[in-house]
């Protein structure tokens, strides 16, 4: 589901303290890209580009970025928004409504903040001119100046300032990057521009300069083959020339082409900014994320693999979301419908490893743990903490789309920083997890799906914050009587400790109670056809605007699926049509009955129609009977890339 954020929070005036998820991405009521972390005064600020959704986009490339904010944070975990620094219509010299506010810099100097950054001039001159704003606090206001910086052109700049005062400006995207010198009044050039020397080819853009131990550290990113690395190359003066190092961040294969980044030194540790498209699965509606780096023995900087954990500090003592992991191999994440955002682990198999990294325990004593799932079979989960056996969740069958809180008793009492590692047993196929609660002697845990509204004796409605329970006593929560209201639109049924019962009884200490939704997934008549984008779960795709209206599945590779569980068969079909457009020749469709390897239905031989949006009907015969809820498969076979675009089915 792809949301405009700038909806969901209207910012006036001031600043707005954010806590969201404190993970990736670290900013969820509006998306932030090109993110350059800089610290000042002991504050950690991020500088990105803020992406958004324009009726009539009038950027470059798709990108529609108006404005500028600004984000804090002390403790790595709690963020603010001090709001918009900048917009296209706040800059003498920048096209009015021209969306092309790019990615941004802000450095100090003798107490002023210098905000750099990229944007199209009205005057025509070039693609971008590169412009500076000036403010005596880090969040502004900032006063830009009237015309843009004489003598450079492009995009993506990056200030900085050597130990002996020198001040050196980087920009550019394409083959080639290059710097000038800057006077020190941090708006005019010094020298004439340069190219920055010993760098690999292909396209690079992005750069971001910073020095460790006299070595001078200049990174980019790289797209050798495909979308953009996070590459690195280290001198021993700004000027270079540099010996290319390698990389720092694999390049996204999920469609998100760019990537921009900045590194930074906070309380010790060192940590890289970078972007990716977690909310929205749009390349160009991207969110700013972090994660931590370390340096060998040599000064390199090894290969990191980016991960939901973030850089936040997580405490038992609230609710952990599993999605959110420091490693997963053999899953998957993925994105729910719920209104508020979220994600779910899934696709989960006796060899998934799972593991979520550094949660302060302190000295805390937590008797049992609970966790949120869902599964229409019976599991086993098995938590260690720092490789010994902690806890035991026995999960119960279910109904699908049904989620429950179970629970199990700790085996001791971990102290300090733990790692939990995630086992599972059983027929985990449909299994999934949301969040989990560590829980004390006397706690009881209350949850429920998101679409579900529970009031107290007193009819006021309980508040749940998103993607987590509320901790009661048993005194407290048999006092407020959880319930739905008489007149609600959705109603649901009630599990204590994992077993359905029909009405709420005297809780004691350490039970988990939670309301799960009765409402029924919504069913298509597939004879009447079924969008593409109303897949009941897929592998490796996307969805994106479709020019005929409404949505279509793309970046769809070979070896990925649609799984439809969602449609009525109230007689055999005798034909399948399906609406594809490419603009290569695309590979097979094969549509495949009860499994990804199951029953072959019919086959499509795709050729190329002209264009991603150019659509074209194909119908083939159907080659086997079907039973009335049957589970249907689409999968794509074809070369490397992408294959195609996918509308919608529709059987005959």
């Known amino acids: 589901m792809k949301l405009n954020f700038y909806f969901l929070i209207v910012l006036f005036w001031g600043s707005v303290a954010l806590t969201s998820f404190a993970q990736n991405p670290l900013i969820t ?14 504050t950690l600020f991020v500088f990105p580009s803020s992406d958004t959704t324009c009726a009539q986009i009038q950027g470059n490339n798709g990108f529609c970025m108006p404005d500028y904010h600004v984000y804090s944070t002390t403790d790595l975990t709690n963020w603010k928004d001090h709001g918009e620094i900048l917009s296209h219509n706040t800059v003498p010299w920048v096209e009015e409504n021209s969306y092309g506010m790019w990615a941004p810099d802000c450095i100090e100097k003798d107490g002023k903040y210098y905000f750099y950054f990229p944007a199209m001039p009205k005057d025509k001159s070039t693609f971008r001119r590169i412009g500076v704003a000036v403010a005596d606090t880090p969040t502004g206001p900032y006063t830009p100046e009237e015309s843009y910086i004489e003598g450079i052109e492009g995009i993506d ?98 469609g998100c082409w760019t990537n921009h980044h900045s590194f930074v030194e906070y309380k010790g540790e060192w940590l890289l900014f970078y972007h990716h498209m977690d909310i929205s699965g749009n390349k160009h509606r991207r969110s700013m994320c972090a994660d931590r780096i370390f340096f060998d023995e040599d000064g390199n900087i090894p290969e990191i693999k980016a991960t939901q954990r973030g850089i936040a500090k997580l405490f038992a003592k609230d609710a952990i979301q599993v999605d959110r992991y420091s490693l997963l191999k053999k899953g998957k994440v993925e994105k729910t419908n719920s209104a508020t955002i979220n994600w779910v682990v899934k696709r989960i198999t006796p060899a998934t490893e799972l593991e979520i990294h550094d949660i302060n325990f302190e000295k805390q004593k937590f008797t049992q743990v609970a966790l949120f799932v869902s599964s229409t079979t019976k599991a086993t989960i098995e938590i260690s903490a720092n490789g010994k056996k902690w806890t035991t969740l026995e999960v119960p069958a279910m109904k699908e789309g049904e989620w429950r809180l179970v629970k199990g008793k700790t085996n001791f009492s971990p102290k300090g920083m733990q790692n939990l590692s995630f086992q599972f047993k059983g027929n985990t196929e449909t299994l999934q997890l949301d969040w989990m609660q560590c829980m004390k002697k006397n706690d009881v845990l209350l949850g429920k799906t998101s679409n579900i509204e529970l009031f107290n004796q007193a009819q006021q409605r309980i508040i749940f914050q998103p993607n987590q329970g509320v901790v009661y006593s048993a005194k407290a929560i048999n006092k407020a009587t959880p319930h739905f209201l ?39 008549d597939a004879f009447a056809g079924i969008d593409a984008s109303n897949f009941s779960d897929q592998e490796g795709v996307m969805t994106e605007s479709c020019k005929l209206g409404g949505k279509n599945v793309g970046y769809i590779e070979n070896g990925d699926y649609l799984m439809f569980n969602n449609l009525l068969f109230h007689q055999q079909p005798q034909k399948v049509t399906i609406g594809v457009a490419t603009p290569n020749n695309g590979g097979v469709v094969e549509i495949r009955k009860s499994d ?47 294959l195609m675009n996918l509308k919608d089915v529709k059987f005959e």
């Open 486 to 524: 008489e007149d609600a639109l959705v109603k649901g049924d009630l599990h204590i400790n994992g077993e359905k019962v029909n009405q709420l009884t005297a809780l004691e200490s350490g039970d988990v109670v939670s309301f799960s939704t009765d409402k029924a997934r919504q069913m298509y």
């Open 157 to 254: 700049p990056n200030v900085f300032i050597d130990d002996d005062g020198s001040i050196f400006l980087y920009y550019g995207g394409g083959e080639n990057l290059y710097f000038v010198e800057l006077n020190q009044d941090m708006k005019t050039i010094k020298t004439t521009p340069q190219k920055v020397q010993g760098l690999p080819s292909k396209y690079k853009e992005g750069p971001f300069m910073f020095k460790r131990k006299n070595k001078y550290y200049f990174t980019f990113p790289h797209a050798p083959e495909g979308s953009e690395e996070i590459a690195y190359a280290v001198g021993d003066s700004p000027r270079g020339p540099f010996e290319y190092k390698g990389k720092v961040l694999e390049r996204w294969k999920d």
């Open 29 to 42: 009521h509006r998306f932030s890209a090109d993110p350059t972390a800089r610290v000042m005064n002991d």
């Open 596 to 642: 990804v390897k199951g029953e072959l239905l019919a086959s499509f031989q795709i050729e190329k129609t002209g264009g991603w949006q150019n659509w074209t009907n194909l119908t083939s015969d159907i080659n086997s009977q079907v039973a009335k809820n049957e589970k249907i498969y689409i999968v794509f076979k074809g070369n490397n890339g992408f």
